[in-house]
């Protein structure tokens, strides 16, 4: 099983940049289409944007569209997330998880996240 680890959250203020990473432990995201999540205290866990393992395929949640880019890099089996013009409702922890249909496809296999907090 795979799990992934998430880094590079932190506070930032509103109209910031962040970029988080996750990483792979054990065995690989070859083959899997990736993806970031988040949750915000009190709500469900939301998509934020995923990435096919072949080609330039991204995809996005209308929320962060124009402003978060993802990223991965297949030979270092990591997948990124650049987050600009970070607004206070971002506000959240991240994670990252293979994606099907704009759902996490390992249930059992949550990192801890990495925790993320826009000041206005």
């Known amino acids: 099983q795979v799990q992934p680890v998430e880094s590079g959250g932190g506070l930032v203020q509103a109209g910031g940049s962040l970029r988080l990473s996750c990483a792979a432990s054990?065995?690989?995201?070859?083959?899997?289409?990736m993806g970031w999540f988040r949750q915000a205290p009190g709500k469900e866990r939301e998509y934020v944007a995923s990435i096919r393992w072949i080609g330039d395929s991204t995809y996005y949640a209308d929320s962060v569209k124009g402003r978060f880019t993802i990223s991965r890099d297949n030979a270092k089996n990591t997948v990124y997330l650049q987050m600009n013009s970070l607004k206070s409702e971002d506000t959240a922890v991240y994670y990252c998880?293979?994606?099907?249909?704009?759902?996490?496809?390992?249930?059992?296999?949550w990192g801890q996240g990495t925790q993320v907090t826009v000041s206005a």
């Open positions: 998880n293979a994606v099907t249909a704009g759902r996490p496809l390992w249930n059992d296999s």
């Open positions: 054990g065995r690989t995201f070859r083959g899997y289409t």
